[in-house]
């Protein structure tokens, strides 16, 4: 029974951040912790796993529909690519708590950003490719060790940094799912050594993000309005932060 609720939580999870070409780890590792899974050895590796999955559908369905920006967004998937299994390795070593603040703070900025720019129109000029390669090389960076550090994928970081680049709303969340694909799977590798994996429950998961990834990144392409879709990624980034402060404090 336990293993069908932590399912369907996992499938309601992928559809929503699958629309955000977001991964959801940072639901599922909560949720695997929350259902009794060791955090180091099996619900931040498997959470990686699951996010990568995640996106990979969601961008086979962008890419279809023309929406990835593989040469502006590859100097940024190349860096997370690169810096997530330092931030796996890192895990060990660092003190987490100042550094998560800190990471609050910034989803909170960005979550005010998104929420105070949800009913403005969608851009018309976008950066130089220079400037977003440079710019997406550093976030993607910084992004791509918090991934690989707290095991989630860092699309919240740089979806909203390609908006602010000047990408539309559904360009941002297909080329923020090229990025993280990449990190979520690099991070993988980097904590799969110390992971002990449940193949049952993997399979289980598996087949719920397959599932809600698909309906999700579909929905997202064919009926799913800017606005909306802006007002709800501030909705999640707000429960985020929230989310880590209380997890820091409590």
Do not use: C
Request: proline share 3%.
């Amino acid at each position: 029974m336990l293993y069908i609720i932590v399912s369907l939580i996992i499938l309601a999870a992928s559809f929503l951040f699958s629309m955000l070409g977001l991964g959801g780890a940072l639901v599922y590792v909560p949720v695997l912790k929350w259902a009794g899974f060791p955090l180091k050895e099996v619900a931040i590796p498997l959470a990686l796993l699951l996010n990568g999955l995640t996106t990979l559908i969601a961008l086979i369905a962008f890419t279809k529909n023309k929406l990835v920006d593989w040469k502006g967004g590859a100097a940024m998937t190349v860096a997370a690519f690169i810096f997530a299994p330092v931030g796996a390795i890192s895990s060990e070593y660092i003190p987490v708590k100042s550094l998560l603040l800190l990471f609050s703070v910034m989803v909170l900025i960005a979550a005010g950003r998104m929420m105070f720019t949800s009913k403005q129109p969608e851009p018309k000029s976008i950066m130089s490719f220079k400037k977003r390669a440079i710019i997406g090389a550093l976030v993607g960076s910084f992004a791509g060790f918090i991934a690989g550090l707290l095991g989630i994928g860092g699309g919240f970081i740089m979806a909203p940094l390609l908006m602010w680049m000047g990408y539309s709303t559904k360009k941002a969340a297909a080329t923020s799912a090229f990025a993280v694909t990449f990190s979520s799977f690099s991070g993988f590798l980097g904590h799969v050594s110390q992971g002990h994996f449940n193949w049952t429950l993997t399979i289980l998961l598996t087949v719920a993000v397959i599932l809600g990834a698909t309906l999700g990144s579909n929905f997202m392409v064919a009926k799913a309005k800017s606005s909306r879709v802006k007002q709800i990624f501030a909705l999640v980034l707000l429960a985020i932060a929230v989310k880590i402060v209380t997890g820091i404090l409590l």
